[in-house]
């Protein structure tokens, strides 16, 4: 009986271990095209947007959890990686020694292949394993359990609806299909020293660009330390990927999802402290939680992250990094402490 989905791929013959590098000395391609879409109704017909996303189900043997997260590497072009157990922040070991493989979509299936011989497909919301084991897992739609939550009483609406963008230097309206929202590159005009934030973006869909050039933001305390915004669906969860205070600490898990939905990060944040003479006697610390799991408790940051202000004793804004890729925000509301 097979007891993990990487057992049973590997066992169908689906998966090596890790999708192979290209060679040293392969001639460069020419770059594909930019891609960088952030409004769902341009999205609609896209097929291979239709396909990217997380995919979970039963096991054969009814007890174990198998996940997929399927991410689309453009032109039709996806790579697939395989958890035991449940989606990454559902199962602790789900982030465990992930499976890679990859696929070719050829009208509404995306066929796996190893070597010449079709292993696995993935159609109509459903991947399937090849003719030797048979399992299906089907795509599910995850949502931040925080998403919408109303600013409480006494907290400061940074960001709620369009005119709101006033309260924000260099603060401009993005007008979408699906809403009006706040974009990238401006800072809060009111600075805090202690708070209590909540902010949602949007990723954009860049599916032929990659690492920091795919959906790149920050959101920044104090115009001083970012937490990264990023498209890091699929990835390892590095510290400078989504969710990572940017270069000082990578997220416990990685808990980005599929460009285009709606993320949130939840963050107390606590400023170091300086004496008379200007000397830092304490560093600051952050909690915070993306899609409300938490992926760092309390961490010390012992210094700016870069791209912002240097440390000092005085409160600072927000900052919503512009990186040249349009992410889009939301609901942004925070409470001096």
């Known amino acids: 009986m097979f007891r993990t989905l990487s057992a049973l791929l590997l066992s169908a013959g689906l998966v090596t271990l890790v999708a192979q590098e290209p060679k040293k000395d392969a001639p460069k391609a020419k770059p594909p095209e930019r891609i960088a879409i952030n409004d769902p109704a341009k999205l609609k017909d896209d097929a291979d947007f ?11 043997d009814g007890k174990e959890l198998g996940s997929v997260q399927v991410v689309a590497q453009g032109d039709g072009q996806f790579l ?12 602790p070991k789900a982030a465990e020694s992930p499976l890679a493989i990859t696929g070719v979509r050829k009208g509404d299936t995306v066929e796996f292949k190893a070597g ?10 459903a991947m399937r394993a090849g ?12 949502t931040s359990p925080t998403l919408g939550v109303k600013p409480p009483a006494g907290a400061d609406v940074l960001f709620g609806a369009a005119g709101d963008e006033a309260n924000w230097d260099g603060g401009k309206l993005v007008k979408l299909s699906d809403g009006e929202f706040l974009g990238v590159g401006c800072k809060s005009k009111k600075a805090y020293t202690d708070f209590t934030a909540h902010a949602e973006f949007r990723l954009p869909w860049m599916p032929n660009s990659r690492g920091q050039g795919r959906s790149n933001s920050g ?8 937490v990264q915004v990023l498209d890091s669906f699929g990835l390892k969860g590095e510290n400078n990927e989504c969710g990572g205070v940017y270069t ?9 999802f599929p ?8 963050v107390d944040f606590t400023a170091a402290k300086f004496d008379a003479a200007g000397k830092k006697t304490t560093a600051a610390r952050i909690t915070v939680k993306h899609n409300g799991v938490l992926v760092h408790d309390n961490v010390e940051l012992k210094n700016a992250t ?4 240097a440390e000092g004793p005085t409160p600072g804004p927000f900052q919503l990094q512009n990186h040249g890729d349009p992410v889009v925000y939301r609901n942004i509301w925070a409470i001096a402490r």
């Not at 239709?50 to 054969?60: D, F, S």
């Not at 000082?248 to 980005?256: D, E, F, H, W, Y």
């Not at 460009?259 to 939840?266: A, K, L, N």
Request: net charge neutral.
């Open 50 to 60: 239709a396909v990217q996303g997380e995919y979970a189900g039963q096991l054969p």
């Open 80 to 91: 697939a990686k395989a958890f035991d157990g449940g989606l990454p922040g559902l199962d």
């Open 116 to 125: 010449d011989k079709l292993v696995g497909t993935l159609q109509g919301g």
């Open 131 to 142: 003719d030797r084991v048979q399992f299906v897992v089907k795509k599910v739609t995850r």
């Open 219 to 226: 959101f920044y305390m104090q115009d001083r330390y970012e």
């Open 248 to 256: 000082l600490a990578k997220p416990s898990v990685n808990m980005c």
């Open 259 to 266: 460009p285009m939905s709606w993320q949130t990060y939840d």
């Open 306 to 309: 870069g791209g912002g202000q």
